[in-house]
Each structure stands twice: as C-alpha cells, then as structure tokens.
C-alpha cells in the first residue's frame, strides 16, 4: 500500500504527474480501486479542504490539489463505472442564466468529484429549464447553482420556481453559492443549502444528499 499513501500526498501536494503515475502502479499492483479513492483521495481533498478554511490554503492550491486528484480519478473512474460502484451521490452544477462566471463553480465541481460524487458540469449561462431536465434525466440527487453576478441571482429562484411547477421539488435538493449569496438569500427563495466556500459545499452536499 505504499504506492497508495504516497497517492495521498500527491494530491495534497498538488502534484497530477506523480498522482498518475502511483495510482498506475498501484493498479498494477492490484490495489482496489475503491481503496484508492476512499482510503486516499478523498481524505487528501477533506484535507486540502481543512487547509483552505484554516487560511493555510488558497484558491491556487485548491485548484492544483482538484487536478492532481482528477488525473488519478480519469484511471480509476472507468474501472468503479465497470463494476457498477455507487457515488456519494450526484450532483448537477452549473453558473446560472446570465452569468458566464465559472472559476468558483469549476472549483466546487472538482471538490464535489474529489469528495466522491458524480458531477455533471452544464457549464455557465444555464437556464432553469436545463437544470431541470438535466437533474430528471441523469437521477440526481442535488442540483448546485452559482452566480457571480446580483443581476443573475434571480435566475436561482427561478430554477427553484421551475423544479416546482415540474413537481419535482420534493425530488432534487437544491444547494447555492457565489459572492453576492448570503444563507439569507438561500432562505427566501427556498434552496435546501448555502455554502461561502468549496470545501464547505462538499460537506454540504455530503449532509443533503444523506439518508433521512
């Protein structure tokens, strides 16, 4: 399990060439590939995480951390997918219509995906209608919206407003973020949650999408 704990560090460190190229090994070595993702990955994400809230870690590191733990997921992704291992859960995300802002949603994506969910990036300028359809279709279990812009925060009511006509507000937690959103925002329209940052939306998601 050597090559696993030296995966751990990698994607702490930030480091995707050598986080490639251990957990290579390491399934050569016939390590499971669940172990690598739950024993090592995500701990160093949760990790990278802690370190950002505690100000010992910044946007830069998180964004290098979230590509170092992409480069090894791409390796062990198809191999859970093949023998139909389950995701913490599954998240669609995207900027809301309007805004074409993604830095902080590109980054809750990845740390989503580093905690263990399945994530399904719409990309920016999402309409309600998308969200809706999209979070029907691939049975998801949160629907994530940011904006950057106060011009745009109206459009993640309206994609609460959508789900409800659909009567599907019961089905999709609905969980926001960006810079002008406040829990007091998150309230009035109806969202499920709030989170001020990327490592706090991963254990948002974790606690939203657990069983009741």
Do not use: W
């Not at 010992?56 to 859970?80: Q, T, Y």
């Not at 291992?85 to 995207?94: E, F, L, M, S, T």
């Not at 994530?144 to 407003?161: D, K």
């Not at 659909?166 to 973020?177: H, N, P, Q, S, T």
Request: glycine share 8%; charged share 25%; net charge negative.
């Amino acid at each position: 399990m050597e090559n696993a704990k030296r995966l751990y560090e990698a994607v702490l460190e930030g480091d995707a060439k050598t986080a490639r190229s251990v957990t290579e090994a390491a399934l050569a070595a016939g390590v499971d590939p669940q172990k690598l993702v739950t024993e090592q990955m995500i701990p160093a994400m949760d990790e990278a995480g802690r370190r950002f809230e505690c100000n010992e870690f910044f946007v830069p590191e998180l964004l290098v951390s979230a590509r170092a733990m992409k480069a090894a997921l791409e390796l062990i992704r198809p191999l859970l997918a093949a023998r139909g291992a389950q995701p913490a859960g599954r998240v669609v995300i995207g900027t809301v219509k309007g805004d074409l802002h993604d830095i902080g949603k590109n980054l809750v994506a990845a740390m989503l995906e580093g905690g263990g969910f399945e994530v399904i990036d719409l990309g920016v300028d999402v309409s309600p209608e998308r969200f809706v359809a999209t979070a029907r279709e691939k049975e998801a279990h949160l629907i994530a919206l940011s904006a950057l812009l106060t011009t745009t925060m109206p459009s993640m009511q309206a994609t609460v407003e959508a789900l409800q006509r659909a009567g599907l507000r019961e089905r999709f937690k609905v969980m926001i973020g960006g810079a002008p959103i406040t829990q007091k925002y998150a309230d009035e329209i109806g969202a499920d949650g709030y989170s001020e940052n990327a490592a706090g939306a991963v254990a948002l998601a974790r606690r939203l999408s657990a069983p009741m």
